[in-house]
């Protein structure tokens, strides 16, 4: 078998000094895999979402067309890119080593984030306030449950910033903490990517 | 928001009162005897001997993967026996409560448990077995066995490891729990809707179910994590993917399987707790709620999960049939590609799990077609095993034995698989005991799996064998105890008796149900044998040689046994597939570095224990609705989560000297010995 040589005088048996992996691209990669079971907890409440929103769902309330507004949807969308673009501003600072750049980009980013919660509470105070609240059908919980998981996910980004913005002046870009602001870049960037596609299916497919 | 819940409710204590303590019940009151008894012992031990210090050091705060492996294997062990005891009661009430005359003890009408506890019984034993029990140990074992078999020093996460050991244990805790302080589930491992939902299940059961699962599956979802970036990201030099024992290849199968499919079991249990504490309408019986959209997110996960079992179970087969048949495994690259052929498809059959739940005979057919299509990969596998057995030098250690019985448990299990892929078979046979004896079938394959795994690296672990004189009995009473019981379920199936029947109306079945209950006794008998064999190893501690068999094959049999805790003094240059049996044929085996250099290893950490500890009281406050108790608990472990990603963790280095000393005097650097406080690195020395 090409795999069974026979050993030879360049032969080696053990290998000094070995370096093995880099630990910020194993934790990238593991970073990765947890976005990979995100991302199927979104998949999850997409499919009931997907089965909720129809009439039989809605038992008698409303469906989609009649509570969705995607003009304020739009803004909400505007925050969130906002949000990520602003991050990846600080990224940009961050290859610079500037660290007043970054903690400028996250700071901006928060608040954007901030806006985009401020309208999803609104939105969902809002049909609470209608008597449309999330025990009232299948269809409001499957709605309301994936909207707030999303906004859950926004809220934890958020603490994960905070905590950021404390650890760059403390640690200064040690390993980890880089290891950590990537890994805050691609989460974020996912987040956006889950906001796009609830916009899309929820907001534009379901007004119709 | 929150719903209303029946019966008394207090800020202070939530749902909890005193009757909830179920001192009245005879059964529970002995088990929590017997319970605290051995807590006592084990305990009063432990300060006698002054441990506690040597517990918390070396094993509670370890972040060592063959220590985690250890205790998750405990962990196993121990929730196996709680559910073979729930599956004695069971036995033991269908052996007594058969027709309308049967005499009825302890306030049951017949036999001696009322419905609703039997209900608890089963659901418990479901449960404990797959999720607490046959999870647990292998996962146990792929923690042990992978990092040296790919010739890494550890796990790529060596913290988020203990994390999710501890997160696995808390869910077992809570399981346990439910014994002594309130109730447990009584709708059935796999939850039945809407038998769950609030009005129908209004006490504390469900929820500890509920929370118990979801917490041990954050668990395993973090070790899937962990362990495909350690297969992928930590193998030793020379080990292209080609190189990568099959073990390895099924962890690595399983876990994408793991990490793909617990998140949906994730969802699907938080949005019945929405249903349970938010009043939302996802799966009740009004109101839009949709039962089937339960049934199929529930086996979207389900069968998968099987096949997690399964799967490294077959990894284990292909370890241990060549090193005893002295051949290389026939096949290895159809055995991989039929590794990820079986973890592929295992995503497309779900349904068959309700072919009679009224889907159309199209949906059905395409169904059955798929699971039928397990069977050829499955196929390929039991005959790469044959033709590696083929010619061999057998020897029938209990590993192998183990694995060879495996092999028919394999046969009559995915037989019977076949037989309820067909649709038109499964109207009949469904939701009877032919559908438990089939799956018995598969997960003790599975457990057979798992004990010649054990036995088989004991020795490489501790640096002693396990027993074979008790080792063979306890094999061939459990063996034979298998037989019996699900002999007799088969038939039992095919005289149309359903499952998790508490009172046994025809008194025909009496028979078979004795015969089940004579085997039962024999497992008893193998229980025995276990622990003697337990006993009589711990007692003689027999030393073994780095290879204790004389014929393994992979990379972890070249290093010591006991294996030191940094694995690999230097790490080994791999130079083929089998590489220990490629280093006997050419006479170089017993070859040492030459130089020792010194190891980089992390520090050991209470985080992981202390966040385990917090998830159990935040499943706690859950389950009895103590609101403060889960607010602080979950605000405290972000805390600790926030505080230990302050800590600049570098680790520690020993010396080459130390590593020198310690070659030489192995048991000095064995897992069981205590280790000296060691200093942390310095910022500039870490550089
Ligand atoms: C050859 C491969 C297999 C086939 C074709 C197969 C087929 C089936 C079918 C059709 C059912 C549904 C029966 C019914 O409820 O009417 C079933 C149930 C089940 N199988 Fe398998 N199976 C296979 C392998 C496995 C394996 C490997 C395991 C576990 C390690 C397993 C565990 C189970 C369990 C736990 C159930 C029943 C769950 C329940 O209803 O409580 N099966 N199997
Ligand atoms: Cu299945």
């Not at chain 2, 050991?165 to 809407?194: E, K, N, Q, R």
């Not at chain 2, 385990?612 to 805390?639: D, E, N, Q």
Request: hydrophobic fraction near 55%.
């Amino acid at each position: 078998m090409a795999t069974q040589a026979a050993p030879g005088a360049g032969t080696r048996l053990f290998h000094p000094h070995f370096e093995g992996h880099d630990q910020i691209s194993a934790r990238t990669l593991g970073f990765w895999l947890y976005m990979l079971s995100d991302a199927l907890l979104f998949t999850g409440l997409f499919l009931a979402y997907a089965v909720l929103n129809n009439p039989m769902g809605a038992a008698g309330g409303p469906i989609a067309t009649q509570i969705v507004n995607p003009v304020e949807g739009m803004w909400q969308t505007y925050a969130v890119l906002g949000s990520v673009a602003a991050y990846s501003l600080a990224t940009v600072a961050l290859k610079k080593g500037s660290m007043v750049g970054v903690m400028a980009g996250i700071v901006i980013s928060i608040l954007l984030a901030l806006v985009f919660l401020g309208y999803e509470v609104h939105d969902l105070m809002g049909l609470m306030a209608q008597g449309h609240g999330p025990d009232s059908s299948g269809f409001l919980s499957a709605f309301f449950v994936l909207i707030a998981t999303h906004g859950l996910h926004m809220v934890f980004g958020i603490l994960w910033m905070i905590v950021m913005l404390v650890q760059i002046p403390t640690l200064g870009f040690s390993p980890n903490v880089v290891a950590r602001l990537l890994n805050l870049r691609m989460f974020w960037q996912f987040q956006a990517t889950v906001w796009v596609l609830v916009y899309v299916y929820v907001y534009m497919i379901g007004a119709f | 928001m929150q719903v209303a819940i029946q019966g008394p409710w207090s800020p202070l204590l939530g749902r909890l009162t005193l009757s909830a303590i179920p001192y009245t019940n005879p059964i529970l009151v002995g088990t929590f005897a017997v319970a605290a008894l051995i807590a006592l012992v084990v305990a009063g031990a432990v300060l006698y001997y002054k441990k506690l210090g040597y517990l918390w050091r070396e094993w509670l705060t370890t972040v060592d993967h063959k220590k985690i492996g250890v205790m998750y294997i405990i962990v196993g062990l121990v929730m196996f026996f709680r559910a073979f005891v729930d599956g004695l009661m069971m036995r033991t009430q269908q052996a007594m409560a058969i027709g309308p005359h049967s005499p009825g003890v302890l306030g049951a009408q017949h036999g001696y448990l009322p419905p609703f506890h039997f209900d608890q019984v089963y659901s418990a034993h479901g449960t404990i077995m797959i999720l607490f029990a046959a999870t647990p140990l292998l996962t146990g074992l792929t923690n042990v066995v992978v990092p040296l078999q790919i010739g890494a020093r550890d796990m790529a996460f060596p913290y988020m490891n203990a994390l999710s050991l501890w997160l696995t244990t808390a869910g077992a805790i809570l399981v346990m729990l439910s014994l002594f302080v309130g109730d447990f589930s009584s709708a059935g491992w796999v939850g039945l809707i809407p038998l769950t939902e609030l009005p129908y299940s209004p006490g504390v059961g469900v929820d500890y179910w509920m929370w118990a699962i979801q917490i041990s599956s954050i668990g395993t979802t973090l070790n899937a994590i962990n362990m495909i970036v350690t297969i992928i990201k930590m193998r030793a030099p020379g080990m292209g993917w080609f190189r990568v024992p099959v073990f390895t290849w099924t962890t690595l199968s399983t876990n994408i399987i793991g990490l793909t499919a617990f998140p949906i079991l994730g969802v699907v249990l938080a949005l019945l707790g929405a249903d349970r504490y938010l009043g939302t309408h996802f799966f009740t019986a009004g109101n839009g709620g949709n039962l089937m959209l339960y049934t199929n997110m529930f086996w979207i996960w389900g069968h998968p999960e099987v096949y997690f079992l399964v799967l490294p179970a077959f990894g284990i087969f292909s370890e241990i049939i060549p090193t005893f048949s002295e051949k290389p495994l026939f096949g290895y690259t159809t055995m991989v590609a039929a590794t990820f052929a079986i973890a592929g498809i295992s995503w497309a059959v779900w349904l068959h799990h309700f072919f009679t739940m009224g889907a159309g005979a199209d949906v059905n057919g395409f169904f059955s077609i798929a699971t039928m299509l397990v069977g050829i990969p499955t196929g390929v596998k039991v005959f790469n095993w044959m033709f590696t057995l083929y010619r061999g030098r057998l020897t029938f250690t209990t590993p192998m034995l183990w694995a060879l019985a495996g092999l028919f448990l394999l046969l009559v299990g995915g037989i019977t698989g076949m037989m309820l892929a067909i649709p038109a078979i499964n109207y009949t046979v469904h939701n009877s005991v032919f559908v438990i004896a089939h799956f018995h079938c598969m997960v003790l394959l599975v457990a057979a799996a798992i004990f010649a795994g054990v036995v088989y690296w004991f020795p490489k672990v501790f640096g002693f064998q396990l027993d074979e004189k008790n080792g063979l009995m306890f094999f061939w009473s459990f063996i034979t105890a298998t037989a019996i019981v699900f002999t007799a379920m088969f038939a039992l199936g095919f005289q149309g008796e359903t499952r998790r029947l508490d009172y046994i109306f025809n008194p025909a079945w009496r028979p078979m149900l004795w015969t089940e209950e004579a085997g039962m006794m024999l497992y008893l008998v193998s229980i025995f044998y276990f622990l003697r064999m337990l006993y009589v190893s711990l007692r003689d501690r027999v030393p073994v040689a780095s290879d204790p068999w004389g014929t393994a094959r992979t990379l972890e049999f070249l290093t010591h046994s006991p294996v030191p805790f940094y694995n690999f003094a230097v790490t080994p240059q791999v130079n083929a597939r089998d590489e220990l049996a490629w280093r006997r044929e050419h006479g170089l085996d017993k070859a040492q570095p030459e130089a020792f250099e010194p190891i980089h290893m992390p520090s050991n950490t209470g985080v992981p224990i202390i966040i385990g500890m917090l998830s159990l009281t935040l499943g706690f406050g859950l389950i009895w609705r103590i609101w403060w108790m889960a607010g602080f608990s979950l605000l405290a472990i972000i805390i600790a989560v926030i505080i230990r990603s302050f800590d600049k963790n570098l680790g520690y280095e020993l010396k080459p000297e130390e590593v020198a000393a310690m070659e030489r005097n192995l048991a000095t650097a064995s897992i069981i010995a205590e280790q000296p406080a060691r200093t942390p690195l310095t910022e500039a020395e870490a550089h």
